[in-house]
């Protein structure tokens, strides 16, 4: 991981209230916020949420649904994906630096948004395309974990990735693609990596996929099939932050088996397993507990054509 800090994507996580007519905000030095922020990801999403909000704002909340997902740089030049989500309130025992308005008065006030994101995810509450909280999977957390955080009760925990789950289907037969790295132990992983700064989700997966395939892998993108938040340290008590991978699905024309030698320190091998093969494969097999998670949901998309589509991220 890069230690220049302002220069990978990392993840917050946060919630606009709504009931009888009204949203709630926080609301302090002039400005307005969403209520949330990094959260402790071991706790999983929903619980992680309610925890930031509840230690923050004295507030317990209920979420529904996530209602859009953001994609921007804080004024801090800190780069942010923010998942967005809606729910009511059920306990309002304090009101520190609390506000309730209708959405109409929010919006009218975009000059005070703290961050560029408030507009678009005040604006997303009465939306139709949503996606339910289980998008969000997270991987359990070892006994006696310790997490990476920059200095602050608050500090970043995470980083961003993103992943490409590669699809063939000939004669009903259906294959999935992996990548093996010497650098990982040759465990099967899928093709992806880091965001980079200015990029877009979708433009960093499918740059990831030409890079490490040395150009060869040409894809046809179907949309979103999950978001997989890992826990990367290798070991009890080792310190380490979450990967919080953005997995999406693509179709493949061609099998491509050989790897360039340009990038064989990268990729040291292109594997193709059968779906069903990779229904009765351990876990331990893959590089992340996600890789199994996330190709089967995707297969289960597929059949039911479930995908999210990329327009859900919102560059703002």
């Not at 859009?68 to 630096?97: E, Q």
């Not at 008590?237 to 050989?258: G, H, M, R, T, W």
Request: glycine share 8%.
């Amino acid at each position: 991981m890069s230690s220049d800090t302002s220069t990978i994507s990392t993840s917050v996580c946060t919630i606009v209230p709504y009931q009888n007519g009204l949203i709630t905000l926080k609301e302090a030095d002039g400005k307005l916020s969403l209520l949330g922020g990094h959260i402790p990801w071991e706790k999983g999403y929903q619980e992680g949420l309610q925890q930031r909000v509840r230690e923050e704002n004295g507030i317990e909340i209920e979420p529904y649904h996530i209602t859009r997902i953001t994609h921007h740089k804080t004024p801090s030049g800190k780069n942010v994906v923010n998942i967005g989500s809606t729910g009511v309130i059920t306990s309002f025992p304090s009101r520190r630096n609390i506000i309730q308005i209708s959405p109409a008065e929010a919006l009218a006030r975009k000059e005070e948004f703290r961050t560029p994101d408030v507009y678009t995810l005040i604006s997303k509450i009465f939306s139709r395309h949503i996606v339910p909280l289980d998008f969000i999977q997270v991987t359990e957390v070892p006994s006696g974990y310790r997490t990476a955080q920059i200095p602050g009760q608050w500090g970043r925990t995470d980083f961003l990735v993103g992943s490409e789950i590669l699809r063939y289907e000939r004669s009903g037969n259906v294959e999935y693609a992996f990548m093996r790295c010497q650098r990982y132990n040759n465990l099967l992983s899928f093709f992806g990596g880091k965001i980079e700064e200015g990029e877009t989700i979708e433009a960093g997966i499918s740059r990831e996929r030409l890079q490490e395939s040395g150009g060869k892998m040409i894809s046809h993108p179907l949309g979103l099939v999950g978001i997989a938040v890992n826990y990367v340290g290798m070991y009890p008590n080792q310190k380490a932050p979450f990967a919080v991978n953005i997995a999406s699905a693509s179709l493949i024309d061609e099998k491509i088996k050989e790897v360039p030698d340009n990038v064989k320190d990268e990729t040291s091998e292109i594997v193709w397993l059968n779906i069903n093969d990779i229904a009765r494969m351990k876990e331990e097999e893959f590089r992340t507990p996600d890789t199994k998670l996330m190709t089967l949901r995707c297969e289960r998309a597929y059949q039911k054509n479930l995908f999210v589509p990329f327009s859900f991220i919102e560059q703002v």
